[in-house]
């Protein structure tokens, strides 16, 4: 076993443990939960060196067989792609833990033993290079967070947890017809092979077939995502979600629909990809400016921070199809940089709900004076997520609009007005939130942070300046990855002539 398989499988061992751990034992369940998802992190610190130096290919390969017939492998490998968000996935884990210590007080080893389930899962689709894992890990990462919020969520979770279950497995399904399609084309389900057979000429789709398998893919990703119309399971999944799964579901699985657009959309279906960014460009801007302005009215605390998910994630899809490294490259790095900001958004939310017991703007106001470090660390989120240089957001959302201006300048500079647009909903729900004269009841009912919660902010805070200011510790491995797959998939948009490069040759 390589290292890659115990931080994969440390979490299932975690999870098998957790759950016969009787209900009058929750510390003990709690401490356990800790522990393991401690030692699973700082093991995949230890990834890091060995995928930074390989950048050009996979690194911790595990390539055995599964199931005899059809041919289905146990095929895992990390990359400059997937490692970051690996890494992500063990970070948020022992925080959502952590958030979740005090306030957790039914059926506590099952809630932890879920969390746990789904990091296995979460780390499973970032890993596989086989499709039908792909899709098994897909279908584990959305079992737990079913279950965390249908149970342990607010007023309106069994509601909330059955859309959200049903958008994913609606997507979910026409995935799996174009992975069985695809192997029935090429009699194997490994990611490698079929991306070598397109390559080669091995494989040759029509142009109908690899629109409709795009299309097939594109879908199940864009609901996870959420992309402009899929999105309306999200605010209800938030707003119900407890403070774990919220942070849990923004900040990584989300990510599994943006990922899964670069991984698999783009060198799989270069073609089709190529033909549907203008419409998908499209509704990335209209996302974006949608999301930022529903935002500016949302009464409700959570409902907002879901909304700017869906313009931030935008971005994301902005800079994915625009083709071009310094977009592809920002698409990624946002990724990560909202699973950071947006992630601490949604516990300072929870630790402001703890207190009051109430997600609606209008219950708050004056909170800095009885919690001013509060005050101070929901500042630095909150210019953290709007964009301010020197933070984390900035980076990602330059490069994001610097590479899709070359493609598309016109959506490029309506998708701007999504970064103006963030500043206004975002400091609006501070000044309302935190500035004023506190009630009474409301100060004597918000004590200001305490050290576990202190624990729980204080990575990711550092996170955000870290990713600002020096965002080469995670750039060249990104960038590597990408400019493999904008070669390999001839999608590369010329920086002088907004063309793609195969089409410039053809030109020549």
């Given at each position: 076993?390589?290292?890659?398989?115990?931080?994969?499988?440390?979490?299932?061992?975690?999870?098998?443990?957790?759950?016969?751990?009787?209900?009058?034992?929750?510390?003990?369940?709690?401490?356990?939960?800790?522990?393991?998802?401690?030692?699973?992190?700082?093991?995949?610190?230890?990834?890091?060196?060995?995928?930074?130096?390989?950048?050009?290919?996979?690194?911790?390969?595990?390539?055995?067989?599964?199931?005899?017939?059809?041919?289905?492998?146990?095929?895992?490998?990390?990359?400059?792609?997937?490692?970051?968000?690996?890494?992500?996935?063990?970070?948020?884990?022992?925080?959502?833990?952590?958030?979740?210590?005090?306030?957790?007080?039914?059926?506590?080893?099952?809630?932890?033993?879920?969390?746990?389930?789904?990091?296995?899962?979460l780390i499973g689709v970032f890993i596989s290079l086989d499709l039908f894992l792909f899709y098994t890990f897909w279908e584990v990462g959305l079992v737990p967070m079913y279950f965390l919020i249908g149970i342990w969520?607010?007023?309106?979770?069994?509601?909330?947890?059955?859309?959200?279950?049903?958008?994913?497995?609606?997507?979910?399904?026409?995935?799996?017809?174009?992975?069985?399609?695809?192997?029935?084309?090429?009699?194997?389900?490994?990611?490698?092979?079929?991306?070598?057979?397109?390559?080669?000429?091995?494989?040759?789709?029509?142009?109908?077939?690899?629109?409709?398998?795009?299309?097939?893919?594109?879908?199940?990703?864009?609901?996870?995502?959420?992309?402009?119309?899929?999105?309306?399971?999200?605010?209800?999944?938030?707003?119900?979600?407890?403070?774990?799964?919220?942070?849990?579901?923004?900040?990584?699985?989300?990510?599994?629909?943006?990922?899964?657009?670069?991984?698999?959309?783009?060198?799989?279906?270069?073609?089709?990809?190529?033909?549907?960014?203008?419409?998908?460009?499209?509704?990335?801007?209209?996302?974006?400016?949608?999301?930022?302005?529903?935002?500016?009215?949302?009464?409700?605390?959570?409902?907002?921070?879901?909304?700017?998910?869906?313009?931030?994630?935008?971005?994301?899809?902005?800079?994915?199809?625009?083709?071009?490294?310094?977009?592809?490259?920002?698409?990624?790095?946002?990724?990560?940089?909202?699973?950071?900001?947006?992630?601490?958004?949604?516990?300072?939310v929870g630790y402001l709900y703890e207190r009051r017991h109430s997600l609606e703007i209008s219950a708050y106001g004056g909170v800095a004076t009885p919690a001013p470090n509060l005050a101070i660390v929901f500042l630095?989120?909150?210019?953290?997520?709007?964009?301010?240089?020197?933070?984390?957001?900035?980076?990602?959302?330059?490069?994001?609009?610097?590479?899709?201006?070359?493609?598309?300048?016109?959506?490029?500079?309506?998708?701007?007005?999504?970064?103006?647009?963030?500043?206004?909903?975002?400091?609006?729900?501070?000044?309302?939130?935190?500035?004023?004269?506190?009630?009474?009841?409301?100060?004597?009912?918000?004590?200001?942070?305490?050290?576990?919660?202190?624990?729980?902010?204080?990575?990711?805070?550092?996170?955000?300046?870290?990713?600002?200011?020096?965002?080469?510790?995670?750039?060249?491995?990104?960038?590597?990855?990408?400019?493999?797959?904008?070669?390999?998939?001839?999608?590369?948009?010329?920086?002088?002539?907004?063309?793609?490069?195969?089409?410039?040759?053809?030109?020549?």
């Amino acid at each position: 076993m390589t290292l890659l398989d115990w931080v994969l499988f440390l979490p299932l061992i975690g999870f098998l443990l957790l759950i016969f751990v009787p209900g009058k034992n929750g510390n003990l369940a709690k401490q356990m939960a800790l522990g393991i998802s401690l030692v699973v992190f700082f093991m995949s610190l230890l990834l890091i060196g060995d995928v930074t130096s390989h950048a050009a290919g996979f690194s911790f390969v595990q390539n055995a067989e599964w199931i005899h017939y059809p041919p289905i492998r146990y095929h895992v490998g990390l990359d400059g792609l997937s490692l970051w968000l690996v890494i992500l996935t063990t970070l948020l884990t022992p925080i959502s833990i952590l958030v979740s210590w005090k306030h957790i007080d039914h059926r506590v080893s099952q809630f932890f033993a879920f969390l746990i389930l789904l990091e296995f899962g979460l780390i499973g689709v970032f890993i596989s290079l086989d499709l039908f894992l792909f899709y098994t890990f897909w279908e584990v990462g959305l079992v737990p967070m079913y279950f965390l919020i249908g149970i342990w969520g607010h007023d309106r979770r069994i509601y909330a947890a059955v859309k959200f279950f049903l958008y994913t497995m609606a997507g979910s399904v026409l995935m799996l017809a174009a992975i069985i399609y695809l192997y029935n084309q090429t009699g194997t389900f490994d990611y490698t092979a079929i991306v070598a057979q397109l390559q080669t000429g091995k494989l040759v789709l029509s142009a109908q077939a690899e629109l409709l398998l795009f299309l097939a893919f594109f879908i199940a990703f864009a609901i996870k995502v959420p992309l402009f119309p899929l999105h309306t399971w999200l605010p209800d999944a938030h707003v119900e979600a407890p403070t774990a799964g919220s942070i849990m579901l923004a900040s990584v699985m989300l990510k599994m629909g943006t990922y899964g657009l670069v991984r698999y959309c783009l060198p799989l279906f270069p073609n089709a990809a190529h033909r549907c960014a203008g419409w998908i460009t499209g509704l990335a801007v209209v996302g974006i400016v949608y999301g930022a302005l529903v935002a500016l009215v949302q009464p409700n605390m959570k409902k907002l921070v879901a909304y700017s998910s869906v313009s931030h994630l935008g971005f994301v899809v902005l800079g994915v199809f625009s083709f071009t490294q310094q977009g592809l490259d920002g698409a990624v790095y946002q990724m990560l940089n909202h699973g950071i900001s947006t992630g601490a958004l949604f516990m300072l939310v929870g630790y402001l709900y703890e207190r009051r017991h109430s997600l609606e703007i209008s219950a708050y106001g004056g909170v800095a004076t009885p919690a001013p470090n509060l005050a101070i660390v929901f500042l630095i989120t909150t210019l953290a997520s709007i964009g301010l240089p020197m933070l984390n957001n900035f980076v990602g959302e330059y490069l994001v609009l610097q590479g899709a201006s070359q493609s598309n300048f016109p959506a490029t500079v309506i998708a701007a007005i999504g970064v103006i647009l963030s500043a206004c909903y975002m400091l609006w729900l501070y000044q309302r939130t935190f500035y004023g004269k506190a009630s009474e009841s409301l100060s004597h009912h918000m004590p200001d942070l305490q050290m576990r919660e202190w624990v729980a902010v204080l990575p990711l805070l550092l996170m955000m300046v870290w990713m600002g200011v020096y965002s080469q510790s995670f750039l060249p491995a990104i960038g590597a990855q990408n400019a493999r797959i904008l070669e390999q998939t001839k999608t590369r948009v010329n920086a002088l002539q907004a063309a793609p490069v195969k089409e410039v040759a053809d030109a020549r």
